[in-house]
Nanobody
């Protein structure tokens, strides 16, 4: 069974940076597209960024483009989210998730396609 464990959350000031990590275990990591999602209090869970199996293709929601970078290291079974120029509206619980799809299939920006989820890590950005 796939297990995902996020780390790196915390309390930071607006304008600063934070890096999240998600460690994958239980299956072959490179067979999975990976994604970062977030859920703010009282709101639905939303996509933040996605990355395909090789790291060669990525997707970002408009609100984080130019500030966040998703990457992966298949040798370390880890996906990362580098978050720069953080804003108070980035405050949320951040989750990583995995989607088992063939390499030829494009990234799918839909929550329901992601089969496995971590427990989440809190990111709080103060103004």
């Amino acid at each position: 069974q796939v297990q995902l464990v996020e780390s790196g959350g915390g309390l930071v000031q607006a304008g600063t940076s934070l890096s999240l990590s998600c460690t994958f275990s239980g299956r072959t990591f490179s067979s999975y597209a990976m994604g970062w999602f977030r859920q703010a209090p009282g709101k639905d869970r939303d996509i933040v960024a996605l990355i395909n199996w090789s790291g060669g293709k990525t997707y970002y929601v408009d609100s984080v483009k130019g500030r966040f970078t998703i990457s992966r290291d298949n040798a370390k079974n880890t996906v990362y989210l580098q978050m720069n120029s953080l804003k108070p509206e980035d405050t949320a619980v951040y989750y990583c998730a995995a989607d088992l799809i063939p390499p030829s299939v494009p990234l799918k920006p839909r929550l329901q396609d992601y089969d496995y989820w971590g427990q989440g890590t809190q990111v709080t950005v103060s103004s």
